[in-house]
């Protein structure tokens, strides 16, 4: 499909095998350079699946999966959802930046990569979701190198690994801002934009400040009562 758009700079080749070899690496980055609402929106629409499994997902978005799984598990906790809910879906954020944050392959325990959904079902979630993240999409670019090199993007995963945990408090209300910090960071991953990896470290910051004040205000009203 991608390499069609290489046809008139292979011609320029005098070794076709030459112009074989840039067509098929041009069409690696033509899909490298997809948008991920584009593969979300294909996905859901191929009628030879039954069902989504996050296993799919993780096999589907190769090199992309640990910013895109990241960013599907933390936009739900960005709603109002019912109580326990942020503790289900923080769980593989914990996994997923961890292992970002050791710059492995992205690994979830069988139990999370086993889930399921019937493709209708994930159809439904992906047209509801696409806008907000087609917008968000209009606003990337790859921006400040030095903010998507390795040592940069294990930073990353070290504050979304800590805003993962912050996630699995029970904390009301306290999931929304870090689970932004976390989709604010795997955008700025996915697209290579070092500004939104900026975003993403000044609400990690906030986040842990409101979060720190939220839990010091617990326990200095708890001391009260005990004493």
Not at 33 to 42: G, I
Not at 139 to 154: C, F, G, H, T, Y
Request: aromatic content about 6%.
């Amino acid at each position: 499909m991608p390499s069609q758009g290489e046809g008139g700079k292979a011609g320029l080749q005098p070794d076709p095998a030459c112009g074989d070899r840039k067509r098929r690496r041009g069409g690696t980055r033509l899909r490298e350079r997809r948008h991920l609402s584009q593969f979300l929106t294909q996905l859901a629409q191929d009628d030879s699946r039954e069902r989504i499994s996050v296993t799919d997902l993780l096999v589907l978005l190769e090199g992309r999966a640990t910013a895109g799984l990241l960013l599907l598990f933390g936009f739900p906790n960005m709603l109002p959802m019912p109580p326990g809910t942020s503790g289900i879906l923080g769980l593989p954020l914990v996994y997923l930046s961890l292992q970002m944050m050791l710059g492995r392959p992205p690994w979830l325990p069988r139990f999370i990569a086993e889930r399921s959904l019937p493709r209708a079902d994930f159809a439904a979630i992906i047209r509801r979701s696409t806008p907000f993240l087609a917008r968000a999409e209009r606003l990337l670019a790859p921006r400040i190198a030095a903010l998507s090199s390795p040592v940069a993007l294990r930073l990353a995963g070290a504050l979304c690994f800590g805003l993962s945990l912050v996630l699995l408090l029970p904390i009301p209300l306290g999931n929304m801002l870090p689970a932004a910090a976390i989709c604010v960071f795997a955008l700025g991953v996915l697209e290579r934009d070092g500004l939104w990896m900026i975003a993403g470290c000044l609400l990690a910051v906030l986040s842990f400040a409101v979060v720190s004040g939220v839990v010091w205000a617990f326990l200095r009203g708890l001391a009260l009562l005990l004493g």
